[in-house]
């Protein structure tokens, strides 16, 4: 027989499972709902980290900011991140504005204060390795699990966002996006199939240690080129002297060599910024007499493209359209 | 013949041979100066043909390495010839001025002066194009100098403390609004480093002419300073008016530095080291040791700018890199001279 009291404890029981299975459950204040959902572990640049499984209080900060906003993740911090407010649509926008901010541009300028305030269940920092050592991790992860992942070479934001989303548990929405990308990537180079192939290109980026009397060279998978090389356009040659990170896929020769290295050129690409207007340093380059007498040049085969610095797979959708603008007349030819 | 007599026949000779020696000491910097410019518009990070550097300078055809020659190093040896020699001469006026041999011109804060302008600049969106900066630079560099001969022109002492301290307020404020300002500081670390690099299309006709004036009142001015040298009161006695000297040649330490930092930006060790490298030859003459360190001054930015460009494998260095490595120990010989001399 069932007395009042243990039905009534069932029912709290039964109660609490139905809660916890369904994710309703308050998730508090203190961030221990998601340790309470279970935790697995995360390989991030910092090493084999154990992390919630589902995070339910995010900070992030760098390059992570962008993908987790786009990507729906439950953010309750982010840091500054100036240059890719030009590219990030209203709604992005809008979250961008409205969460606190609790560190700055700089890794150096991170407020640990500000963290440990949002009570965060994860910390995903995207810097780059050698900026890791600017923030105090030991520190962070006195308030919670930290994952670094940081960018590498250009082209490789489409693995660290995608990781970035996976460590805050947002990859659905993440890959539905990946997915409309790709689409109309494939869709363009479609377009562009009877013309992209038969062409050489070169770029003049705007990215980096770009200063007067040089330029910058960027090769496959830079910042950019890697969109439209998903289209089909390729750019030879290769860095004469390899670096790490951006310097193994461009570099800043002096504006002497411009010559030589456009030489083969059939088609020159150039960065501009997200209005459209053109940076100094790539100016400088188009105001050259140098300039004007490359073949390409004079064969009037010469493409602005914005939206080169794209490190998310929206953004990227919108560097995709800046191309097909930019191209078009190439199917005329 | 009286005593007064005997002696200028005695000096006259001694004279004219000293002229002479000076003379052929300056011919030989001319020739130098020539050589190295001709070799310094032959070197660089395309290598072009010796033949064709001569056929960009007499028999221009468009080709691309002619442009390379004409349209890019020519107007960048001028620049070397300009600052260099604008530099060396602004150093010996400062030097003689404070008498302190130590001094380059930006310890009267025209460096300083054109930092924070640019500094300003910048953050106000005035600097981001070369006649922006230029003109903006030259602003600062005019008010920089303004200020301190106003608070400091009543001794050489007093000058120096006062360019001192204006160049370390000045400098902290930038530092401050770099700091701040992500995007200022990106523009000044590009200037902050000397460079003769990519400024062949700004407008640098006004700022070389002026240069150009400026040298040529530092050598009307060589014989007054002179007598500066030995001191206030015997330059009175010698019948030269202390103030206006010293006045003319702030003007003119302001001009030569000014102009130089706004198109280069600023180049140390060049204004400190080739007065030194040339006071023995000058024999004690301010005008000779003026000419002479303006040869000498352009012949030495031209060396450093040829090693800026090829130096290193990986690209070209800023030139101010390259003056400061040479600096370093000339200042070092510099201070030890002072010294063994003073003692």
Redesign the interface.
Known sequence: MFTGRTVRRCAALLLALALTATGCGSSGDDGTAAAEGGTRVFKADNGSITIPAKPQRVVATGYAVPPLIEAGAPLVGISTWKRGVPMMDAQTKATYDRLPKVAGEQAAETNYEAIAKAKPDLIVIGVPAPVLGDIDVNRLKSIAPVVAIGPTVPRAWRELSRRQADAAGVLQKYDATKTQYEAKAAQLAAKYKDVLPKLKFAHVGAYGEVSKGNFQREFDGSWGTNVANDIGAKYYGQVKQKGTGSRSVSEYPSIEELPSAFAEADAITYSVNTDGSVPESVKYVLDSDLWKNLPAVKAGRTYPIRYTEAATYRQAMMTLDAIDKSFAPLLKQ | MTAAGREAGVRRPERTGAAAGQAAVLAAGVALLAAVAVVSIGV???RVAPGEVVRALVAYD?S?DQ??VR???APRALLAVGVGAALAVAGVLVQTLSRNPLAEPGILGVTAGAGFAVTVGSALGAA???AGQLAVATAGAVLAAVLVYAVGRSSPLRLVLTGVALSAVLSGVSLGMRLML?DVFDQYR?WSVG?L???E?APLALPLAAIGIAVVGALLLGRALNAVALGDNVAHALGVSVTRVRSTALVLITVLAGAATAVAGPIMFVGLIVPHAVRPLARGSVPWLTVHAAVFGAVLLLLADMGS?VLL????V?VAIVTAFIGGPVLIWAVRRYGAGAS
């Open positions: 660089g990070a395309h468009g691309a442009m390379i349209d890019v190093r981001a194009a070369p992500p590009f460079s690099a990519g400024r299309r460009r494998p990986t690209g070209e800023p």
